[in-house]
């Protein structure tokens, strides 16, 4: 692991890892996929803003990550097309596992019910995925 050096990116960086353990542990020992999923989508959102922010010139910083803020700090696409912005052109592999989990959405928390633990599984894969591109690229 490559911890970033702005207290930002790092911030972002160690929430992302924190939320896939979360998300793992509530899949394992609860058994409870959407909670999973839930969380596990802020660890790809979170190592994404970290990235985007790593990437970011110093003097852009407080800028980029004041878009953050909203709706669209969320949105899994809107945060690749930073990403692609920055001339982070992601290989093929992840861009399939973005693809999977950009549906992901912080309404999540309002879908009733347990959620399929096959989804899980392969959402969690995805994201460590992704996670690990990520962290290659810090």
Same mark, same amino acid.
């Given at each position: 692991?490559?911890? /970033?050096? %702005?207290?930002?990116?790092?911030?972002? !960086?160690?929430?992302?890892?924190?939320?896939?353990?979360?998300?793992?542990?509530?899949?394992?020992?609860?058994?409870? /996929?959407?909670?999973?999923?839930?969380?596990?989508? !802020?660890?790809?959102?979170?190592?994404?803003?970290?990235?985007?922010?790593?990437?970011? /010139?110093?003097?852009?910083?407080?800028?980029?990550?004041?878009?953050?803020?909203?709706?669209?700090?969320? %949105?899994?696409?809107?945060?690749?097309?930073?990403?692609?912005?920055?001339?982070?052109?992601?290989?093929?592999?992840?861009?399939?596992? *973005?693809? !999977?989990?950009?549906? *992901?959405?912080?309404?999540?928390?309002?879908? /009733?019910?347990?959620? =399929?633990?096959? %989804?899980?599984?392969?959402?969690?894969?995805?994201?460590? =995925?992704?996670? =690990? *591109?990520? %962290?290659?690229?810090?």
């Amino acid at each position: 692991m490559a911890i /970033p050096k %702005d207290i930002n990116a790092r911030l972002y !960086y160690r929430v992302a890892y924190q939320r896939l353990e979360e998300g793992q542990l509530i899949l394992k020992e609860l058994r409870r /996929p959407r909670a999973a999923i839930y969380l596990t989508g !802020y660890a790809v959102e979170c190592i994404a803003k970290a990235l985007i922010v790593t990437m970011t /010139p110093a003097k852009e910083r407080a800028a980029v990550i004041e878009s953050f803020r909203g709706g669209q700090g969320h %949105d899994l696409e809107w945060l690749r097309g930073r990403l692609a912005e920055r001339g982070n052109i992601m290989p093929a592999d992840v861009r399939r596992e *973005w693809t !999977y989990v950009a549906s *992901w959405t912080v309404d999540l928390r309002y879908e /009733p019910g347990p959620g =399929s633990i096959k %989804d899980a599984e392969r959402f969690l894969k995805s994201a460590e =995925s992704i996670l =690990s *591109w990520a %962290d290659r690229r810090m």
